[in-house]
């Protein structure tokens, strides 16, 4: 997005949210520095996503404007692949028919044929033989895996609203 986009999304979210957010504002400091605020986080996405993530978020949302950081989380939540918004329940179905289609003696097909983030959960349940050998029709064995899944998910999460730029520098000072 450019500096004339930001002031159409401003003015548009000014129209909407009349009385709640305002903009143009009374001074030109505080205006440009609103913009150059809006600028440097929405300046890595395209304008018709963030209008078409800012118009569900009116619809969805209508009592409070949403910030630049709420509109960059609903575009990255449309952006991503189908296998990053699998639910825990949904991965766990994936393991069940893993362990159904390839067994104990086929793990590596098994394991080739998971999402990396099933994978890893699976990994950190103890292996595949060992979901193998589990109880699947145990309500524990299932909870431990849903449970496990949210923690790989919370983790990918973390970085994943980012915008590419800045997850590297964060990725950059944690390394050293």
Same mark, same amino acid.
């Given at each position: 997005?450019?500096? &004339?986009? *930001?002031v159409r999304?401003?003015?548009?979210?000014?129209?909407?949210?009349s009385g /709640?957010?305002?903009?143009?504002?009374?001074?030109?400091?505080?205006?440009?520095?609103m913009i150059?605020? $809006?600028?440097?986080?929405?300046?890595?996405?395209?304008?018709?996503?963030?209008?078409?993530?800012?118009? &569900?978020?009116? *619809?969805?949302?209508?009592? $409070? =404007? =949403?910030?630049? +950081?709420? #509109? *960059?989380?609903?575009?990255?939540? *449309?952006?991503?692949?189908?296998?990053?918004?699998?639910?825990? @329940?949904?991965? $766990?179905?994936?393991?069940?028919?893993?362990?159904?289609?390839?067994?104990?003696?086929?793990?590596?097909?098994?394991?080739?044929?998971?999402?990396?983030?099933?994978?890893?959960?699976?990994?950190?349940? @103890? +292996?595949?033989?060992?979901?193998?050998?589990?109880? !699947?029709?145990?309500?524990?064995?299932?909870?431990?895996?849903?449970?496990?899944?949210?923690?790989?998910? /919370?983790?990918? &999460?973390?970085?994943?609203? #980012?915008?590419?730029?800045?997850?590297?520098? !964060?990725?950059? #000072?944690?390394?050293?």
């Open positions: 997005m450019n500096r &004339k986009e *930001i999304l401003l003015s548009y979210m000014n129209y909407n949210y /709640r957010f305002k903009f143009p504002r009374d001074s030109k400091t505080e205006n440009k520095m150059e605020v $809006w600028l440097d986080l929405l300046k890595y996405y395209d304008y018709s996503l963030i209008i078409k993530v800012l118009k &569900k978020l009116m *619809i969805t949302n209508a009592m $409070w =404007p =949403p910030s630049a +950081g709420e #509109l *960059i989380k609903e575009a990255e939540m *449309i952006m991503k692949a189908p296998e990053d918004k699998l639910t825990a @329940g949904e991965a $766990w179905s994936l393991a069940l028919n893993a362990v159904r289609n390839y067994g104990y003696y086929e793990v590596h097909k098994a394991m080739d044929s998971l999402p990396k983030k099933v994978k890893d959960t699976v990994e950190h349940f @103890g +292996g595949f033989r060992t979901l193998c050998h589990s109880d !699947i029709t145990n309500g524990y064995a299932r909870n431990q895996f849903m449970r496990l899944y949210k923690e790989v998910d /919370r983790k990918d &999460k973390e970085l994943l609203f #980012l915008p590419d730029k800045l997850k590297n520098d !964060i990725l950059m #000072l944690a390394d050293k």
